[in-house]
Antibody, heavy 119, light 114 residues
Framework: EVQLVQSGAEVKKPGESLKISCKGS????????IGWVRQMPGKGLEWMGI????????RYSPSFQGQVTISADKSISTAYLQWSSLKASDTAMYYC????????????WGQGTLVTVSS | DIVMTQSPDSLAVSLGERATINCKSS????????????LAWYQQKPGQPPKLLIY???TRESGVPDRFSGSGSGTDFTLTISSLQAEDVAVYYC??????????FGPGTKVDIK
């Protein structure tokens, strides 16, 4: 069974750094792109970027380029999303998603990691 | 960027009745070389992550009830729930994957029971 299990909720202060994780299981982690999607409170879905764990090829949405870093450790089947300096506007639910190979849709979703940034 | 719009923002439908959601893309998502529309639909129930319902505009994901259907081509698409059930209360999003990897979602349509 394919699963994406994300790390737990975080409460941080503005200016702090953060790295959240997404562990894949039940499939070949290095053969599928993994992406991240943001959902701000009460709002819609925004695609942030994707990484191919096989070779760490990474692409970002222009809206998030330079704001976050996506990485992966294929030895432990885990993808990461990190911030170097959080802002209050980063408060949101973050989902990791697996991209199906044949059609670039998001066929499996993690349970979500709620990040709250508040002073 | 391809901009996705949806209508209506929300709708309330009686149990057993039809629900229709529209999605429009700012440019065609029909890829001429394979005649496929790069358009997907997702369902997000309260407190849950989204779930893939339909891709290639009209192909149901495995396990999705056949009361859900997708149609349309080019820039105009429709998601139809033929007979609304209580468990279908959710927000529905369309998404284009034509400009991979620059994916964009529509703003969502909330479906409630009347």
């Amino acid at each position: 069974e394919v699963q994406l299990v994300q790390s737990g909720a975080e409460v941080k202060k503005p200016g702090e750094s953060l790295k959240i994780s997404c562990k894949g299981s039940g499939y070949s982690f290095t053969s599928y792109w993994i992406g991240w999607v943001r959902q701000m409170p009460g709002k819609g879905l925004e695609w942030m970027g994707i990484i191919y764990p096989g070779d760490s090829d990474t692409r970002y949405s222009p809206s998030f380029q330079g704001q976050v870093t996506i990485s992966a450790d294929k030895s432990i089947s885990t993808a990461y999303l990190q911030w170097s300096s959080l802002k209050a506007s980063d408060t949101a639910m973050y989902y990791c998603v697996r991209h199906r190979a044949a059609a670039a849709v998001f066929d499996y979703w993690g349970q979500g990691t709620l990040v709250t940034v508040s002073s | 960027d391809i901009v996705m719009t949806q209508s209506p923002d929300s709708l309330a439908v009686s149990l057993g009745e039809r629900a229709t959601i529209n999605c429009k893309s700012s440019q065609s998502v029909l890829y001429s070389s394979n005649n496929k529309n790069y358009l997907a639909w997702y369902q997000q129930k309260p407190g849950q992550p989204p779930k893939l319902l339909i891709y290639w505009a009209s192909t149901r994901e495995s396990g999705v009830p056949d009361r859900f259907s997708g149609s349309g081509s080019g820039t105009d698409f429709t998601l139809t729930i033929s007979s609304l059930q209580a468990e279908d209360v959710a927000v529905y999003y369309c998404q284009q994957y034509y400009s991979t990897p620059l994916f964009t979602f529509g703003p969502g349509t909330k479906v409630d029971i009347k």
